[in-house]
């Protein structure tokens, strides 16, 4: 069993569409979370981080983490074409100063216009 | 993608040659890494640098080995390629703090 398990999708919706993307995770030592953006054949880029549990939000975006449960969450607000990419949650614990960051694989999303 | 570049984008090469990627950052950080992405893999860690000449393997350090002699450079080698090292490698910076930045990434296929 991978430590984090994320739904590859993929995942359709119309543009407007509130999204909700989601990662599992095994380890409780991790405590940070990120999710990060990747559009086709480029580098992930860093959407959002959360330190333990609790909601950030920034734009349309809100991350919640849930750890009593080891679920993260991801929810786009007004989704638009341009949110069509894949998405990694990634997740590390506090030990060590090299941050060893563990993905899920990945998730699919299409916004349709 | 945060002063941070990769050579060469793309390569093609013989199963059993040495391979070697470059990633080149300008910010300066402290810690580089080297993952590779697979599908339904997600990004795997290779091996990370926390210092000039100061590396340590990762998740999937098989058949690689890196170096960095200077802050803005590391290198990584595969010494002998195969087919099982066809993936997207992609070389990540960070400084003290928690969130890493991408570089653009090198598609590499072994025949």
């Known amino acids: 069993q991978k430590e984090v398990e994320q739904d590859p999708g993929p995942l359709s919706v119309p543009e407007g569409a509130i999204v909700s993307l989601n990662c599992t995770y095994s380890?409780?030592?991790?405590?940070?979370f990120m999710w990060y953006r990747q559009y086709s054949r480029k580098g992930p880029e860093l959407l959002m981080y959360?330190?333990?549990?609790g909601n950030k939000e920034d734009g349309r975006f809100t991350a919640q983490v849930d750890k009593s449960s080891k679920y993260i969450s991801l929810f786009i607000r007004d989704s638009q074409p341009s949110d069509s990419a894949t998405y990694l949650c990634a997740m590390t614990a506090l030990s060590g100063s090299a941050r060893q960051l563990t993905f899920g694989s990945g998730t699919q999303l299409t916004v349709l216009p | 993608d945060a002063g941070i570049t990769q050579s060469p984008r793309h390569k093609v090469t013989e199963t059993g040659t040495p391979v070697t990627l470059r990633c080149h950052q300008t910010?300066?950080?402290?810690?580089m890494y080297w993952y590779r992405q697979d599908p339904g893999h997600g990004l795997r860690l290779i091996h990370y640098s926390y210092g000039v000449k100061d590396t340590d393997k990762g998740e999937v350090s098989d058949g690689y080995s890196v170096s960095r002699s200077k802050t803005e450079d590391f290198l990584l080698t595969l010494e002998s390629a195969t087919s099982s090292q066809t993936s997207v490698y992609f070389c990540?910076?960070?400084?003290?703090?928690?969130?890493?930045?991408f570089g653009p990434g090198t598609r590499l296929t072994v025949t």
């Open positions: 380890n409780s030592a991790f405590q940070y």
């Open positions: 910010e300066n950080h402290r810690y």
């Open positions: 990540a910076i960070s400084t003290d703090r928690v969130e890493q930045y």
């Open positions: 959360t330190y333990s549990s």
